[in-house]
């Protein structure tokens, strides 16, 4: 009869299981199972990703090898993390607080390496270079917990950049004390190995910021197609992450420097950012996390008190130290404790990095047969991994949780904008309806959560059943885009013998807030510019209609040009217009500049400063509508003008506008354009259609037309 450890003799031949079909199988079962289990233990589940590592691990059952697989994807997972945390970083944030960021870096990187170095020759009786070692180790940190940050929206708080800006400092004084205590174990180490160093990174860092956006530009402008576009950030990372290699730096620099650098070309609520962060986060990151918790060796703490006595002083000093610097950071910074948890929690895990530096101790030959660490330097620094990883997410957990809280209560406190918005994207042409959704994404207020309403009106003739068919075809195609980008949305395609009436019929059923359609490109001066439909349109309605035209994509805009006219702050939509355009600026992280008189000008200063603090505004003065034409020598190809107008008889209205049609035409051909008549009169027109209510306006009175007579005819006389 078989006893049970014949059985699990027989089973154990089975494994480690070697077959990259079933190793994958897993892998992926773990990254299913790991969050579920851990969700039911209230434990971070990026912790179950590293127990589950040990679990299945030569050190645990056995079940799998760490081979090629997780030195390939944990190495893509590690960058991954890196340039996630560049690419969503606020930069205009990180020039305002540079100082707060190289304060917070230098603490975070100085007192754990100190404490940790004088410990460890103290009362571990480590030579000074292992002891200096074991401080660089300490000194760094791995973003291990950012993946919690991204759940809870808080990629952009203050707390939040400070930690991955002064761990970005920390991990690179760390690198380069590491590069200095390997040179002084080699033949090449001194003056000239140190000028070279510096120069190959400065000649790096500068390339990389000069050619990376001219590439970008020409790529993003040229090819539009998903995939294509996803495979060229892929590869412009890998790229930065191998020459900052080439040149003596960690990998994980040149991929946090890649993030920086395409962190304005890629919008946070962009279709491309939500397939990056998806794929890290479905794949390479739980892979790069299953693989730290293979390296880990539980056993080893029980192989007697001294191990035990090791990893307690490396883990407890360098976590304090690290613990230490983000108090009295926030303290320095005047941040909520909440803050300071926050900056302890993400700064204080330590993985792959801390592995990859012991290795390089490994390699340093103290003596024939000795070398700088040893076995028992490098099982201490694996367990102190899995401690450290532990208290970084539930620290980083808690720390969201309350975060999260607190901004809740304090928007019920102060009772911040009520906001009826409810977007209506009115879409035709499929070569620009996809611009126009990503414009519509990213003025939307992703806070509330609305979906968008698509429409498409077919008019109603002979051709109605076949301009049916394209438009539900179109339609579905816009749906699609928007499920990547995770943006709920209604569609409809609606049969109407007006189309401007089935524009605002559809308006009204849906209860929307504005609409955003695309403008028809005219190849000559049209005395009716805006033709009988648009015309028929803002006349009927008076809530905001922008109207675009694009001639480069979004994300490649450097500045937004926006012309304001005078006593535009009385108008009821005055805070709806600016409030869309300085999210789009916010997520375009690109210039914004208004140009107006200054009544108006300290309003909008006002409200970007209140509550858009990290939009670049910029303030110039216009006296008069005549100086568009010189404003038009300012407008590049990525430049985005602006014009905001009014409908007649409002109170913005002046009859300078009557010849917007034409100056627009003659000076902003070739441009990129948006028009935007915001709500006015207060109550809506469209809730008032009846018979007894003008339905349509001339767009030129009998009026404007005698006047333009008489204008000619004495010009002709003068002449």
Same mark, same amino acid.
């Given at each position: ?51 589950a ?52 870096g ?11 170095y ?6 571990l ?38 930690? $991955?800006g002064?761990?970005?400092?920390? *991990?690179?004084?760390?690198? #380069?004390?590491? @590069? /200095?205590?390997? +040179?002084?174990y080699? =033949? ?7 000028i ?15 050619l ?14 998903? $995939? ?5 950030? *892929?590869?412009?990372?890998? #790229?930065?992450? @191998? /020459?900052?290699? +080439?040149?003596?730096? =960690? ?89 300071g948890n ?25 003596s ?17 991994i ?10 980083t957990?808690?720390?969201?949780q ?13 009772g ?5 918005e ?65 943006v ?6 609606r ?26 490109v ?55 217009w ?22 108006s000008?300290?309003l ?63 000076h ?22 009846t018979?007894?209510e ?15 007579w ?5 010009n002709?006389?003068?002449?």
């Amino acid at each position: 009869m078989r006893t049970f450890a014949d059985e699990m003799t027989y089973f154990a031949q089975y494994f480690p299981i070697t077959d990259p079909t079933l190793i994958f199988f897993v892998v992926l079962l773990i990254i299913l199972f790991a969050p579920i289990i851990m969700g039911k233990l209230r434990i971070p589940h990026i912790i179950g990703m590293v127990l589950a590592g040990m679990l299945v691990g030569k050190y645990g059952l056995n079940i799998l090898e760490r081979d090629s697989s997780f030195e390939l994807f944990g190495k893509v997972g590690l960058l991954y993390i890196m340039f996630l945390a560049g690419l969503e970083m606020d930069l205009e944030s990180v020039k305002k607080n540079s100082k707060r960021f190289l304060t917070f870096g230098l603490l975070t990187c100085l007192v754990p390496l100190i404490m940790t170095y004088f410990i460890a020759m103290w009362l571990l009786h480590y030579s000074s270079q292992a002891s200096f070692l074991l401080g660089c180790i300490m000194a760094s940190n791995t973003l291990i917990a950012y993946p919690i940050v991204g759940r809870y929206g808080l990629q952009r708080n203050s707390s939040v950049m400070l930690s $991955v800006g002064s761990s970005m400092i920390s *991990l690179f004084l760390a690198l #380069l004390m590491l @590069a /200095a205590l390997a +040179a002084s174990y080699g =033949e090449d180490a001194g003056f000239t190995f140190w000028i070279l160093f510096l120069l190959k990174f400065a000649v790096f860092c500068g390339a990389s910021i000069w050619l990376i956006p001219k590439v970008t530009r020409y790529f993003l402008r040229r090819y539009s197609d998903a $995939v294509m576009q996803f495979i060229f950030v *892929l590869a412009v990372m890998f #790229l930065s992450a @191998a /020459a900052s290699e +080439a040149v003596g730096v =960690e990998g994980i620099v040149g991929a946090f420097l890649s993030g920086l650098i395409l962190n304005r070309y890629i919008p946070h609520v962009s279709p491309l950012m939500n397939r990056i962060e998806f794929t890290g986060n479905a794949l390479f990151i739980p892979y790069f996390l299953i693989g730290v918790g293979m390296l880990i060796n539980i056993g080893t703490l029980f192989t007697g008190p001294h191990m035990l006595w090791i990893v307690l002083l490396i883990a407890f000093f360098g976590t304090f130290g690290k613990a230490l610097a983000a108090y009295i950071s926030s303290l320095l910074f005047r941040l909520p404790k909440s803050a300071g948890n926050m900056m302890f929690g993400l700064t204080s895990a330590h993985a792959a990095g801390a592995i990859a530096m012991v290795m390089v101790g490994m390699r340093l030959e103290v003596s024939p047969g000795t070398y700088l660490v040893n076995d028992e330097i490098l099982n201490g620094v694996v367990i102190m991994i899995l401690v450290t990883c532990v208290i970084s997410t539930m620290v980083t957990e808690h720390a969201a949780q309350k975060i999260v809280l607190q901004e809740k209560t304090h928007l019920k406190a102060d009772g911040i904008r009520r906001d009826d918005e409810k977007i209506l994207l009115c879409v035709k042409y499929p070569d620009i309806a996809p611009q126009l959704l990503e414009l519509a994404i990213m003025v939307r207020n992703h806070k509330l959560n609305r979906g968008i309403v698509a429409l498409n009106v077919v008019y109603d003739d002979t051709n109605s059943a076949v301009n049916r068919e394209h438009g539900l075809h179109l339609l579905e195609q816009l749906e699609q885009r928007a499920s990547a980008s995770d943006v709920k949305m209604q569609t409809q395609v609606r049969l109407a013998s007006n189309i401007a009436n089935g524009i605002k019929h559809a308006f009204r059923e849906f209860g929307s807030s504005e609409i955003i359609m695309g403008m028809h490109v005219h190849t000559e001066v049209n005395p009716k510019f805006w033709g009988d439909f648009i015309q028929s349109l803002y006349n009927g309605l008076n809530r905001q209609i922008i109207l675009t035209r694009f001639v480069h994509p979004l994300n490649t805009l450097r500045r937004i040009q926006v012309v304001v006219p005078s006593r535009a702050e009385f108008e009821p939509g005055f805070h709806r217009w600016l409030e869309r355009l300085s999210r789009m600026a916010e997520n375009l992280d690109c210039r914004i500049q208004f140009h107006g008189r200054n009544e108006s000008m300290t309003l909008i200063r006002e409200y970007i400063n209140n509550f858009h603090s990290g939009v670049r505004a910029e303030y110039t003065y216009m006296a008069h509508w005549n100086e568009l034409p010189r404003l038009a020598e300012t407008i590049s190809e990525d430049h985005m003008f602006v014009v905001i107008t009014a409908r007649k008889g409002t109170i913005s209205y002046k009859n300078a506008l009557e010849r917007l049609p034409n100056e627009l035409m003659q000076h902003f051909s070739g441009k990129n354009l948006m028009i935007i008549f915001p709500d006015q009169y207060g109550d809506t027109k469209e809730e008032s259609m009846t018979f007894t209510e003008a339905q349509h306006q001339e767009e030129s009175s009998i009026y404007g037309t005698i006047l333009h007579w008489i204008n000619t005819h004495r010009n002709r006389q003068t002449h």
